[in-house]
């Protein structure tokens, strides 16, 4: 029969790496946030400059970034699910607002990096 042995330590080293990987996402979130936040005043300056309404699609946003890889994805996705991966899901997902989808992703990845509210009276396993 083994001996489960426990090592000094262990504890906080485990603390410490799950503290480091809550303020990795917080930080990703907190990114992520400012460039939506930066986007959404672009596409408003934008609109009140040319007095009609204009939204920065993911599409182009990606296009500016590095438009090699949005030509490499679609040929990557289209096979699955008969087209309906691409036609239906990834078409929408390119269509919408950059500002929105950067707003989106910033607030789960900090609900993801948040601290776990203790609870009282009861015990973590």
Do not use: H
């Amino acid at each position: 029969m083994k001996e489960s042995r426990r090592v000094i330590g262990a504890g906080k080293i485990d603390s410490f790496v799950a503290a480091m990987i809550r303020f990795l996402l917080r930080f990703i979130g907190l990114i992520c946030l400012a460039g939506g936040f930066i986007l959404l005043i672009y596409d408003g300056t934008k609109s009140i400059a040319g007095n009609k309404l204009f939204l920065t699609d993911v599409r182009t946003l990606w296009e500016l970034v590095n438009p090699a890889s949005l030509a490499k994805l679609k040929p990557m996705i289209e096979p699955y699910a008969g087209g309906f991966l691409w036609d239906q899901l990834m078409v929408t997902f390119l269509s919408a607002p950059s500002w929105s989808v950067l707003g989106v992703l910033g607030i789960l990845f900090i609900l993801l990096g948040r601290k776990r509210k203790p609870l009282i009276g009861y015990v973590r396993p």
